[in-house]
């Protein structure tokens, strides 16, 4: 069982550049989000997907593209990046009912650097 | 408008005694409260949770407490131990419509605990 798997696990882009963060999980749950934590900022909420063909804007969207074609899979896509899109970002999953419902389970990780 | 917030970004006790770790929202839809814990290099993993109906929740060493009038909640780990060291982050959320059980998180507090 291996949980919540982010590839890649560190990237360095230029200014301009695109690319996908991929995110899979094999625990079948419906909810999965993105997060970036930023060092005095926490974890902030990017964008986030209720289940399968569904996906709604957190608390900081712009610069970011996801889409939910599977249960499996959430990419998280930056068209365009920026120096400001530099952080650690986070997958996480969870069920939508049932006990432990609300506890989101993480992947390791995706170090993405911007120059 | 950062919706939970920890006040302190660093705390440092000696190993033995307790740390108590703060958290305070603003949202009072929030009917669910979560404290996370992440160590370098490594995703958030789930430490403890509460409910909005619950002033105490306890697992082991670790205690949360709830004051829903003062919108506050703690994390008291007794006693601590130096494998406590890392990042702790608090999280809330709300099953309502207007908030599709999403969680926000808080900007975290690293603890230190010295041998």
């Known amino acids: 069982n291996a949980g919540v798997t982010q590839t890649p696990k560190f990237q360095v882009l230029k200014t301009g550049q695109s690319m996908t963060l991929q995110c899979a999980q094999d625990m079948n749950h419906e909810y999965m989000s993105w997060y970036r934590q930023d060092p005095g900022m926490g974890l902030r909420l990017i964008h986030y997907?209720?289940?399968?063909?569904?996906?709604d804007q957190g608390e900081v969207p712009n610069g970011y593209n996801v889409s939910r074609s599977t249960t499996e899979d959430f990419p998280l896509r930056l068209l365009s990046a920026a120096p400001s899109q530099t952080s650690v970002y986070f997958c996480?999953?969870?069920?939508?009912?049932?006990?432990?419902?609300?506890?989101?389970?993480f992947g390791a990780g995706s170090r993405l650097t911007v120059l | 408008d950062q919706q939970v917030k920890q006040n302190s970004p660093s705390l440092s006790v000696q190993e033995g005694r307790i740390s108590i770790l703060n958290c305070d929202y603003t949202?009072?839809?929030?009917?669910?409260f979560l404290w996370y814990k992440k160590y370098p290099a490594e995703g958030p993993t789930f430490l403890i949770s509460i409910s909005s109906i619950k002033d105490k929740n306890e697992d082991g060493r670790f205690t949360v407490f709830l004051n829903k009038s003062a919108k506050h909640l703690s994390l008291h780990i007794v006693p601590s131990q130096p494998g406590d060291s890392a990042v702790y982050f608090c999280a809330a959320g709300g099953h309502g419509s207007s908030n599709t059980g999403k969680l926000i998180f808080g900007q975290g507090t690293t603890l230190q605990v010295k041998p």
């Open positions: 949202n009072s839809m929030f009917d669910y």
């Open positions: 996480a999953s969870r069920s939508q009912g049932g006990s432990g419902a609300n506890v989101l389970t």
């Open positions: 997907s209720v289940g399968a063909g569904i996906t």
